[in-house]
Structure formats: C-alpha cells, structure tokens
C-alpha cells in the first residue's frame, strides 16, 4: 500500500521556522515529481513548492525566499524548511506525489502561525 506521511507541523510565532517532513513508502521514490501544496480554511489548495527528479526546485512568489524544499533519494522522503513564517502562512500542508499516470496524496500536517 502507497502512503505519504506528513510530520513536523505545529504552532509557531511569527518570524519563527518550522521543518516538515513527507516519508514515503512502497513507491518508486527517486521517479517521482514532488510537491508540498498548503490549504488554508475557506481557500483552495495551492501549490507552494516543487522538487523534481534532477533536484531542480519551483516555489510561489508568496514562499520565495524563505521556504526551501529539499529530496533524500535514499530515505524517500521530502522536506520543507519555513522560515521567517507569517499568520498567512497558516494552513494544512499537504505532500504530493507523481509520475506517468500515477499520483498520491499525503494526509496533511497543520502548520498554524500566531502570536
């Protein structure tokens, strides 16, 4: 059975960091596209950062410059390092999987920044 396990979120003051990790397990990780996709109460689910499997990264514009996704080809898991978190980033993050025709979901992790 395919599962994408979140962990790592939490509540964290404004300007803190927070580390997520996604493990996966029975996929073929090293072939598949990876994504963390955030959703917040009332709104769509929105991508928020991309790895490839060259490694090679996207983000939105709202997570430039302080969020950082990372692959480990042999643990098969994905990361997401947020730093300097804003209130608007609170939201459920969520993992993602694809390749060819085949996508997978993680169940999501509650990522929520107040003071």
């Known amino acids: 059975q395919v599962q994408l396990v979140e962990s790592g979120g939490g509540l964290v003051q404004p300007g803190g960091s927070l580390r997520l990790s996604c493990a996966t397990i029975?996929?073929?990780?090293?072939?598949?596209?990876m994504d963390w996709y955030s959703q917040a109460p009332g709104k769509q689910r929105e991508l928020v950062a991309s790895?490839?499997?060259?490694?090679?990264?996207n983000y939105a514009d709202s997570v430039k410059g302080r969020f950082t996704i990372s692959r480990d080809n042999f643990k098969g898991t994905i990361y997401l390092q947020m730093n300097d978190l804003k209130p608007e980033d609170t939201a459920i993050y969520y993992c993602?999987?694809?390749?060819?025709?085949?996508?997978?979901w993680g169940q999501g992790t509650q990522v929520t920044v107040s003071s």
């Open positions: 993602h999987g694809r390749w060819d025709y085949r996508e997978y």
């Open positions: 029975n996929i073929l990780f090293s072939r598949y596209y």
């Open positions: 790895i490839s499997t060259d490694h090679s990264t």
